[in-house]
């Protein structure tokens, strides 16, 4: 009845695909080489050219020839089994009741052919134990219900079932949402615009033209610098801001891609995000697993009162780039977002008015913390590269504003079963919303000459994927602190 299937033929270019993108090394080494030789500078034979190109695609070609074709999974009774390698073979078996998520996504080239990716995993594992990378949609549905058919059997022995009360939310697929919220293209286009992604973006170009840098001639690069120093400053300054505006316009595209036609849908145990064009993506979050929710706002998004809204889970989302921290709102008025997430998070109030400050005496403590390592680095920086080396002092006023900005960040506030706390960890804003039952520990800190200030920081950990999260306010009166410390432990009663 059981038998073992194949993965659809279409998971040969999906692995193709991830193989170029993990031999990405590999591949510029081979294209710097045969640059080098083409321009008279290489140390290689001619003969050899053929010999790299050969060996760079047997590279490329073996991983996913040798899995796609030893590629075996099947689905019984008991769970699903997983069986793959030649040299070294591996076989993987998940029982139904130990699985914690299921994720699907669908790659715009699998549409056609009506097959998705589903990534399987467990409670103890940090990534997915399975990656059924091309199966027909029906094997989603068809595990489900299998799924379900093992869970109710456990309800039915009255087992242990903690794992199998995450997995309900899995199950429940043919359930409308009771809520959904989406994201419109103007929102997404505000998100782009107001992200740091151009100056990932320049980092990636400038850190990829490295690279090549020996392949260009140093006559050519001289020339070309000459030539912009004779057409003058207002030149530079167009060329610099036409460069921006490219990488802005690449990071547009990138973002609209990766949240096209995004979606928040809550449904009774659970929440559903679904994103992308190129990829699209379906995560499930059970209720149960979360343990804190995020609002991130950049001194820009600050500014136009927009922030991020993440979420904190234990365990893992299938996926190790989300795995612990998800986004669930990638960009939303705060005033939106804190009218629409008590619809969605019961237990939660957001009391984001209420917050407390730390005393003002914190901030020269602040200004202290921030700049006190910066002045032996700016006097070595200065004498050993003088006079360019006194462009360091201006790290002295970028510091003192951002010993402001944190100060005027740092906030706390706490309700019988809620605590909020915020900070400025870098330079993005955070504040943590957090119920005291998912709190895994506190800690009141106090050193000898903040004993004399009479401050304190106080801090907690949460569950976040397989490590932790710490969350703290840094110098706030010792009274607040013992106030926040007593309110976590137990009550006597």
Known sequence: MYEDRRLHPIA???ELIVSVRQSIIPIAVVIFTLFRNFSGKGILSWWMYP?????LIILLLAPALIKYFTYRYRMDDKGIRVKYGLFFKKNIFIPYERIQTVQQKQWFFYMPFHVVQILIETAGGGKAEADLSAVPASVAQELKDL???????LVD???PR????DAVAEVKDEEKPLFTFGLETKEL????VTSGGVFGAFLIILAFGQQFRDLIPDDFVEEQFQTLIRFGVVI????????ILVLWGISIVTTLFKYFQFKLMRFEDHLVVEKGLLQRQHTSISLERIQSIKFIESPLRQMLKLATVRVVTAGSSGDEKDSGDIVILPIVKKAKALEVLPQILEGYTFPMEELERVPKSSLRRFFFINTFWTIPVILIVGILFFPWGLFSLLLLPLLGWRAIAEYRATGFYATDTELVLQGRPFIARRTDFMLKQRVQSAKRSQSIWMRKGNVAHFSVLLKSGQTHLESSVRYMESADANRLYHWYQPSKR
């Open 12 to 14: 040969l270019i999906k």
């Open 51 to 55: 010999l790299l190109v050969i060996a």
């Open 147 to 153: 799924r379900a058919g093992k869970i109710a059997e």
């Open 157 to 159: 022995e009255d087992a």
């Open 162 to 165: 903690q794992e199998a009360v």
């Open 189 to 192: 286009l505000l998100m782009a």
């Open 236 to 243: 530079l300054i167009i060329i610099a801001v036409l460069v």
